[in-house]
C-alpha cells in the first residue's frame, strides 16, 4: 500500500488523472455562507432534499399556527378584558384535536420519509463495487472487482509530499495553507478553494452507474460521506457497512470524515470523480498498471 503511495506522483504525471481534474466541474464542495444544500448528484440526494423541503413547510406551519394561538389567547382571554376567567379542568374537542393532529401529521411525514430511508438501505448489485477503509487518517480504497487498491490522503499530508518527483515540495509545510501549498494545488488541478477538501488520488466512478462501497474501519469509527450523493455510512472497525449512488452528472465531489476520530480528523477528506465511461476505462487501465502490482501487459504475457 506505501509503495502504491510512493508512485503515485508518477501515476499523476503518466496518467490522465491531472488532465481530468482540469476538465471536471467541481460540483458537490461547501460554499462560504452558503445556506442551503449541495447540487443534488443522485435520486438519494434529490429525495432527501424534497423530503427536507416539505418537512420545512410543516414545521413552519406548526409554528405559525401555535404562535397565532398563544397571541390570541393573550389578547382574548389577558386579565383585563376577561377578569372572570372560566373554570373547567378539560375540555374534550380540544384534546382529540391535540392528539389526533400530531398522530396525522407524523403518519404523513412518514409516509414519505420511510420511502426515503428504504431506498437508501436496500442496496442493489453493483455495477462498480469498492471497499473502503478509515484510518487515522487517511482512507484506502480498493476496487474489488479489479484486485487493485490504494490511500488517499489530503493534499498537502506529509505523505503526498515527494520532493524527487516534484522539486517544489520542498517548500511545502504540511497542514498550511501558503504559496507553497496553493502551488501545489494548482499543479494537481484544484483552487484556494478546494483546500482541505481535494486528495491526492481521488475515488473515480462511472457517471450513470450503480457504486456501491462496503465501508469498514481498521482503528477507530470513521464515517464516510458526500453531501451531494446524498449519502453517508460509518465505519466500525470488525464490521463491513454498505451504502450505493448513482451520479448522474460528471464532475469532482467532495466529502469529509464525519465522526470525530482523533486529532486529524479535520485533515481526512474525500474526493470522488464522476467521469464518462470510456473515461473510467481508461483509467481502470493506467490503476492496474499503477496499483495492482503488476503491469497489465506483463500478466497478459504469463498467462
Not at 495553507?177 to 466512478?205: F, H, I, N, P, Q
Request: aromatic fraction near 10%; charged fraction near 20%; hydrophobic fraction near 45%.
Amino acid at each position: 500500500m506505501k509503495n502504491a503511495l510512493m508512485l503515485s506522483g508518477v501515476f499523476a504525471a503518466l496518467s490522465s488523472l491531472p488532465a481530468m481534474a482540469q476538465d471536471l466541474e467541481i460540483i458537490g464542495k461547501p460554499v462560504d455562507g452558503g445556506m442551503g444544500f449541495q447540487p443534488a448528484a443522485t435520486s438519494l440526494a434529490e429525495g432527501i432534499q424534497r423530503l427536507d423541503g416539505m418537512i420545512l413547510v410543516i414545521i413552519t406551519a406548526i409554528c405559525l399556527l401555535v404562535g397565532a394561538l398563544l397571541v390570541y389567547c393573550i389578547v382574548r382571554y389577558n386579565q383585563r378584558v376577561n377578569p372572570t376567567p372560566a373554570r373547567f379542568s378539560h375540555y374534550t374537542p380540544v384534546e382529540i384535536a391535540w392528539t389526533l393532529g400530531p398522530i396525522l401529521i407524523l403518519v404523513f411525514i412518514g409516509a414519505f420519509s420511510l420511502p426515503v430511508l428504504f431506498k437508501q438501505q436496500e442496496i442493489p448489485e453493483g455495477d462498480v463495487v469498492i471497499k473502503v477503509t478509515g484510518n487515522q487518517w487517511y482512507w484506502t480504497y480498493e476496487y474489488v472487482d479489479h484486485d487493485f487498491a490504494f490511500d488517499s490522503y489530503l493534499l498537502g499530508h506529509p505523505a503526498t509530499l515527494d520532493e524527487s518527483t516534484r522539486p517544489a515540495d520542498a517548500d511545502v509545510t504540511p497542514f498550511v495553507l501558503d504559496d507553497a501549498m496553493r502551488a501545489k494545488l494548482t499543479d494537481a488541478g484544484y483552487s484556494e478553494d478546494e483546500w482541505l477538501l481535494a486528495t491526492d488520488t481521488a475515488v473515480v466512478v462511472p457517471v450513470n452507474k450503480v457504486v456501491v462501497m462496503q465501508v469498514t474501519a481498521a482503528d477507530v469509527i470513521h464515517s464516510w460521506t458526500i453531501p451531494a450523493f446524498g449519502v453517508k455510512q460509518d465505519g466500525v472497525p470488525g464490521r463491513l457497512a454498505e451504502l450505493w449512488f448513482k451520479a448522474d452528472k460528471e464532475g469532482i465531489y467532495f466529502g469529509q470524515c464525519s465522526e470525530l476520530c482523533g486529532k486529524d480528523h479535520a485533515y481526512m477528506p474525500i474526493t470522488v470523480k464522476v467521469v464518462s465511461e470510456e473515461a473510467y476505462e481508461d483509467w481502470l487501465k493506467s490503476a492496474q498498471e499503477e496499483y495492482a502490482g503488476l503491469p497489465a501487459s506483463f500478466q497478459i504475457a504469463s498467462n
